[in-house]
């Protein structure tokens, strides 16, 4: 879940800046990677979305994910976590060096200690 406190004041007066008033969070406690959401998917590059996320990773954990094009060639790899509170590995499209990624169908392999999952991701023009 993810939410938005507006209007925020803090106790000397300061206005609290929106990127600093939201929080993501769960309801319960997750232990495994079967309940990975990604989001967008499919992502429109035309439309300026330029990240694709990856969230309700279990918390204190550490892994990998590999993202994979079509034809089975590695395109992006990265260690990731531990999670603490916010659960939330942005995937920026870029490949392993620093390119934007084209239109296509990717595959992403995520490893957490003995749980992985795979799916698909769609990039469209």
């Known amino acids: 879940y993810k939410l938005i406190i507006n209007n925020i004041i803090d106790s000397n007066g300061n206005v609290v800046l929106p990127q600093l008033s939201t929080i993501h969070f769960n309801l319960t406690d997750i232990t495994d990677?079967?309940?990975?959401?990604?989001?967008?998917?499919?992502?429109?590059?035309?439309?300026?979305?330029?990240?694709?996320?990856?969230?309700?990773?279990?918390?204190?954990?550490?892994?990998?994910?590999?993202?994979?094009?079509?034809?089975?060639?590695?395109?992006?790899?990265?260690?990731?976590?531990?999670?603490?509170?916010?659960?939330?590995?942005?995937?920026?499209?870029?490949?392993?060096?620093?390119?934007?990624?084209?239109?296509?169908?990717y595959f992403y392999v995520i490893n957490m200690g003995t749980s992985e999952k795979k799916g698909k991701i769609a990039i469209l023009n």
Not at 64 to 77: A, E, P, Q, R
């Open 33 to 105: 990677l079967s309940k990975l959401v990604v989001y967008p998917n499919p992502t429109y590059l035309r439309n300026g979305d330029n990240e694709i996320n990856f969230t309700n990773f279990p918390l204190n954990s550490r892994g990998s994910i590999s993202i994979y094009n079509k034809s089975g060639d590695l395109v992006f790899t990265q260690k990731i976590g531990p999670f603490y509170g916010i659960d939330i590995f942005s995937w920026d499209l870029k490949n392993n060096n620093g390119q934007k990624v084209s239109s296509g169908v």
